[in-house]
């Protein structure tokens, strides 16, 4: 960000020494835009006025607000349930909040950041960033490819300067101070009969050039985020032990996509899962590891054996595959009222306590033979308590010690032809009937079925009968895919290193001028300066005049102690000493 | 592990004992600081007088800062608290390792832990700038924080040490959470040295600095010194985003997602950038930067405590 910027450590903010018609480059030419806030231009025409407002924009003081502006925008994402990172809760807003609830809707506050009202404060604020730093970068090229500016006549305003006679003759002092200015980019200019050499030095423009970096690093970020958007593909699937996925969309549970995604461009692997396996801490009873043993047939059509671990995915195809989640899914056969199998296969339930693994979930039987569609609807126990006193059943662990079903029953239409598509966790109940204990006033608890592996057991009112075959475990799989990763990483580290560059690395100019008195001495007369604070400059003078400084050991030690600030009194002592 | 886990929890309790010492050293020689300090003298060059010849500007002896007056030679509140501090550091770190061997893992999985690692580096930062130049003023409210920071992870946030999640069995845990850590402690000190830059400016404002406040170093020290800090931590955070979208991506499939800890992560360090932008403004520097910095720890406290404990978040490894 240009205006405003101008090097630092000068004692006043006017440059009278600075030379006419010098540009130092330090990028400060931008700067008399916006340092104070100026009035808008009263009866400018409309080119004028959008100059104003480029000046504005591109001011640093308008930077600065749009990024406090930023900051507070952002907040409302934390008072609010968002819907791209819990839709659920969003829902349940709805139900607490009937009132306010839409209004919120209508500000785009469950989706702050993809709000017009967000997206405007971060596109202000890079459009203020690229209008500043693009001439910021050409004016630095500039400065690379020019020699240092001249010293000013005086240094009289600069607060780190020296001043001494030296011993050592005029044409060594500047062949020294030379030598001591290695590394800096030097500018020699010989007065005009020949009595005065002034040496204008400059090193550090990686200062600037990490400056610049971090901003376009900053550009490149956003653009990389934005087209990943565009391309990317995201897909949820639930695989069952021993069941094979195949990478097409009609296979994933849900799956979105950005809108210049191609759909052949999903890369047609399989996977099949082996096995999964779970460990839980036997003291605390948390989750230690889950792993899901894999199976990836590339196209070429090789296999490969593969792990997915939580913080471990698989990269197969260009996408990633992660371990999301897990749970059970019992493999159970139902037959209807006539005996023949209506269903079979594993069906797996929802965890709804991640510590001891009570699942929900529900077994839709449409294709019964004889009588009507049934439902079933309950949980799933790993390691069951049944409660006598209270007729209820708890989980008390989630590995699958004593497995239990526990299920309602419903008869009717399940309504899985009307072609509305259904949550398959849920039963549409609407034209249902709930099977119950005949009671006193006509309807009487409900009537549940607990089944155990390996049980058949008879569903109430001769629907028919349910068997609890096996009890294989199931993977909640994220398949994503977006080529713009490395990219993305690329861009966050660049604007690292431009940051710390920018911040660690010093800028400075050392101004030597090296002329003679009348008694023939070496007069040295030196000045510098730094862009920003730079805690070291004092000391980089010291360094530099040191070779051509008289009594070399003691003033120098004096200087460093003034510096440092410590040791006041040993310091008066050599004073005294040496007066 | 059970008695390591214990002797970890003398360690730090032992540790704020010896902070509370110092705290009340340190406060001591702040007092006596006031009291004794001789007014500043005078900013003087002696000039030298040189004849110049074809030289610009005859040449004048630089006008370099002569050191303040001389302290009081002796300050021995100072030096139990500086001693009483080191002494508290110590023990700490042990108790921090003692604490990762009784977990068997780095030891900043929750809360509690992360806290004490803060502490331990809030100190060091205290330390390490100590050794190039006199912060012993600063010490009272290190020492200070450090005896809050700990009671309230003591008091509210102790979880036993156990094995952690597998969603946070990765090496990025020793990065990640090792920079976060350290940002904190960082971003600590500076705001500190902020803080009594705006109380200093503000008496000067009323035109009633008080003794305690006239011992400070003049405010513009104070704000170089705070934005040294500061520049570090702020390079800190951005690796802190950034290691922290890698594990992001490794772990939950994207790099960023807004989940609450990464919107207050995000507004952390634009707050910080805002900062570092408000220093180059005209018009901002100086005072109203430094309040910039202090909001920027204020949001940092708020990140910690408030969205860890209290907002529905994927960053909820607390234990509490």
Known sequence: MSAGYRPEGLVSGDDPEKPDGVDDGSADTAAPTAQTSTPGPVGFGPVAWLRWTWRQLTSMRVALLLLLLLAVVALPGTFFPQRPQDPARVAQYYVDNPSLAPVLERFGLFDVFASPWFSAVYLLLFLSLVGCIVPRSLDHIKALRRPPPAAPSRFTRFPVRDAFASPVGRDEAVATATTALQGYRLRRTDGADGAVTTLSAERGYSRETGNIVFHLALVGLLIAVGYGTFVHYRGQVIVVEGDTFANSQMQYDSFESGPWFDEGGLEPFRMRLDGFTSRFDEVSGMAADFRAEVTVTEPGGDERPETIRVNHPLRTGGASVYLMGNGFAPDVTVTDAGGNVAFSGPVPFVIVDQATYDSRGVIKVPDTQVGDQIGLSGVFLPTAVVDPASDTAFSISPEPNEPLLVLDVWFGNLGLDDGVPQNVYQLDTQAMQQVRAPGSDGEGAPVRVVVAPGQTVDLPDGLGTITFNDLPRYVGLDLRYDPTLPWVLTFALLALAGLSASLFLPRRRVFVRIGQDDGGRTVVTAAALARGDDPGLERELTRVLEPLRPAVGKTDQDRMNQETGQAPDRQQDEGARRG | ?320
Do not use: C
């Open chain 2, 1 to 320: 592990m059970a008695e390591l886990g214990q002797i970890s929890l003398y360690l730090v309790t032992a540790a704020m004992t010896a902070y509370l010492i110092a705290t009340i050293a340190f406060a001591i020689d702040f007092s006596r600081l006031a009291a004794d300090r001789p007014s500043r003298v005078s900013r003087t060059a002696d000039a030298r007088e040189l004849v110049s010849a074809g030289v610009a500007d005859a040449p004048v002896v630089a006008a370099r800062p002569v050191a303040d007056a001389p302290l009081p030679p002796v300050r021995r509140a100072a030096a139990i608290g500086q001693s009483t501090f080191t002494a508290a550091v110590v023990l700490l770190i042990a108790g921090v390792v003692t604490r990762g061997f009784a977990a068997g893992r780095v030891p900043w999985a929750n809360m509690y832990e992360f806290t004490t690692v803060s502490v331990v580096v809030a100190s060091l930062v205290f330390l390490a700038i100590q050794r190039k130049r006199d912060v012993r003023f600063l010490g009272t409210f290190i020492s200070l924080f450090a005896l809050l920071a700990l009671f309230l992870a003591l008091a509210v946030l102790y979880t036993d040490p156990t094995a952690v999640q597998p969603a946070l069995q990765s090496y990025w845990l020793v990065i990640h959470v090792a920079i976060a850590t350290s940002g904190m402690g960082v971003f600590a000190v500076a705001a500190t040295v902020s803080g009594l830059q705006l109380a200093k400016d503000r008496a000067i404002g009323r035109g009633t600095q008080g003794r305690i406040l006239s011992s400070l170093p003049t405010s513009a020290d104070l704000e170089r010194l705070a934005f040294r800090i500061n520049s570090v931590g702020f390079v800190l955070w951005t690796f802190v985003l950034i290691s922290g979208a890698i594990w992001a991506e490794h772990a939950w499939g994207r790099y960023w997602g807004w989940d609450a800890k990464e919107v207050w992560s995000f507004v952390i360090w634009v707050v910080y950038a805002a900062y570092l932008h408000a220093r180059s403004t005209r018009g901002w520097e100086g005072r109203r930067a430094a309040w910039f910095s202090v909001a920027g720890f204020a949001s940092i406290l708020v990140n910690y405590y408030v969205v860890n404990l209290f907002v529905n978040s994927l960053h909820s490894y607390s234990g509490v």
